[in-house]
């Protein structure tokens, strides 16, 4: 195939300007019936929102890293007037933690950082709901005893398996239905 400089230069000039463009950002395509689900669920959200309010724990897993800043103080040097400025220390990442943390709209019921090299599976996940369960009755004991608090968590295979759902039915706690593929509310 014979291409001309020309268009060499056009194709080169074109892919200089070519920019990457973040995946999570494009939004999913979703079935008539997933968007009439989703609606449906936000109605049924607004008609509840003022008795269930102060009910609902949200939980998710999210990653903490733990930075060691060196002070200016620690880092300032003599230097004569012309000299070069000192090059600033790149702050390095002391440590990343996974946390499994669950939360009241006001407070945090129960948080755990999971082991290193421990994968959240559903049956590190049905651990941690168990020991959320006996927080819950020991933190909020008049929402346990009456069993009126909501579990709110996304919809990952983790959070929606079938070991999850016999254990979340056994105990009679509610779950906070979540739209899927839903930005908007997501439990952080």
């Known amino acids: 195939m ?3 400089r020309e268009t060499s230069r056009k194709i080169l ?3 200089l300007y070519m920019r990457k463009v973040c995946a999570k950002m494009v939004p999913k395509e ?3 019936e997933q968007k009439q689900r989703r609606v449906t669920i936000y109605q049924d959200l607004l008609e509840r ?5 102060g009910c609902v724990i949200t939980g998710d897993e999210t990653w903490v890293y733990q930075y060691d800043p ?3 103080r620690q880092i300032a040097q003599w230097k004569t007037a012309n000299s070069p400025r000192p090059k600033l220390p790149s702050v390095q990442t002391k440590s990343q933690n996974n946390v499994a943390d669950f939360f009241l709209y006001y407070r945090i019921v129960h948080y755990e950082f999971v082991p290193a090299g421990q994968t959240v599976n559903q049956v590190y996940y049905l651990e941690v709901l168990e020991r959320l369960h006996e927080k819950v009755r020991w933190k909020q004991p008049k929402l346990f005893a009456i069993n009126l608090w909501i579990l709110h968590h996304d919809n990952t295979p983790t959070h929606t398996a079938l070991s999850m759902r016999e254990f979340l039915a056994t105990e009679q ?8 593929y839903s930005p908007d509310l997501g439990p952080q």
């Open 2 to 4: 014979n291409i001309s």
């Open 13 to 15: 000039t074109e892919d």
């Open 30 to 32: 979703l079935t008539e």
């Open 49 to 53: 929102q003022d008795d269930i309010l």
């Open 70 to 72: 060196e002070m200016k």
């Open 173 to 180: 706690i509610t779950v906070l239905e979540h739209p899927a």
